[in-house]
């Protein structure tokens, strides 16, 4: 699989130099774009009766075209949950139409709410499966492909390190993780997504597999999206998520707001272990795996209120109910909650 993955990536490479030499005719705009989002809340913990206010994200991007092939991006977020933390920083490849080469630092390309950029986030949190099943951002290199056969399809497919964002100095394995992902965008607002990942965050692999579908038209998105995780060698218990929910826009005419939207979320997740060796709680490789989310489901009900075109200003009104398997363990921050959230990209 190596192999075949670097023969493709040298074939994009010898499609380049060609292409670069045409584009010296056509204009190109190098002036770089500069994103951001920022999202404060308050949140009250209804049980205990305390609250507290956060910068859940303050992120900041600069991306751009050197030329017509060539394009990067650089994204640092200044307060995720209080830390300075590196996101993407990649440079791309485009030699022809529909084709890109990327290689860097990024999210894989698996699930689709763990995909979701926070400001295109239905909800103020979260699902299980992006937070804490299948959320996974490293350093590798990725192909995407786009072509049309009557109705667009997507698929790309990674290889990656498997030390996460800050271990690549001294960084060397012969392991290499993947992660591949076909999107199917049907018409009439039907989306199918398939998409399977290999980790290996210490010394028991990992395979996860997932499947996903959704609408979205005339106001409405549904969405439902299942994950199965398994631990080789029996190591730990396979893990089941499931994330589904329902939203609607209700435009609104003459007012502060120009729409509402109503939405309502059901998610769960099994015991669930990170796949790290742990031993009197701390990371030690003369543990064993453990259950570091216990298992549970919750149900999330909410509205936004978007000051401006969607995903750009909205007001996030959300309460979350847990439900937790007898003798689990609730989290400090994964108990009954109001959260009241703003966020604005601009």
């Known amino acids: 699989m190596i192999k075949k993955f670097f023969f493709i990536a040298s074939l994009v490479f010898c499609m380049v130099i060609p292409a670069m030499a045409e584009e010296d005719e056509d204009k190109v705009d190098l002036k770089p774009k500069v994103h951001g989002t920022i ?16 910068v859940r994200n303050a992120r900041v991007s600069l991306d751009g075209d ?11 977020d200044l307060s995720d949950e209080g830390q300075i933390k590196m996101l993407d920083t990649y440079a791309r490849l485009k030699p022809v139409r529909g084709l890109d080469f990327t290689i860097g630092q990024m999210r894989a390309p698996f699930t689709i709410d763990a995909h979701r950029s926070p400001h295109l986030q239905y909800f103020a949190n979260r699902s299980f499966i992006a937070k804490q099943v299948g959320n996974v951002r490293d350093v590798g290199a990725s192909l995407g492909y786009s072509f049309n056969v009557g109705f667009p399809i997507k698929l790309e497919a990674g290889m990656f390190n498997g030390s996460g964002l800050t271990n690549q100095k001294d960084f060397w394995t012969n392991n290499i993780n993947f992660s591949a992902k076909a999107q199917f965008f049907f018409p009439r607002g039907f989306n199918l997504t398939l998409s399977t990942q290999k980790i290996k965050p210490d010394d028991v692999s990992v395979m996860m597999y997932d499947a996903g579908a959704y609408y979205h038209a005339h106001g409405w998105h549904v969405e439902t999206e299942y994950l199965y995780k398994h631990y080789a060698d029996g190591a730990f218990k396979a893990v089941h998520a499931l994330d589904a929910f329902v939203s609607y826009d209700i435009p609104l005419r003459k007012s502060f707001f120009t729409k509402i939207s109503p939405l309502i979320r059901y998610d769960y997740m099994s015991d669930h272990s990170d796949g790290k060796r742990y031993l009197d709680g701390e990371e030690n490789t003369d543990g064993g795996l453990i259950i570091n989310d216990y298992q549970r489901s919750r149900i999330t009900g909410g509205l936004t209120f978007s000051l401006s075109l969607p995903f750009v200003a909205d007001i996030r009104l959300n309460y979350e109910k847990y439900f937790y398997r007898d003798g689990a363990i609730a989290k400090p921050s994964e108990r009954d909650k109001l959260v009241v959230e703003f966020m604005t990209r601009f």
Not at 66 to 76: A, F, G, M, N
């Open 39 to 54: 999202r404060g809340k308050y949140e009250y913990q209804t049980e205990e009766g305390e609250g507290r206010f956060q």
């Open 66 to 76: 050197l030329t017509k092939v060539v394009s990067y991006k650089v994204e640092i």
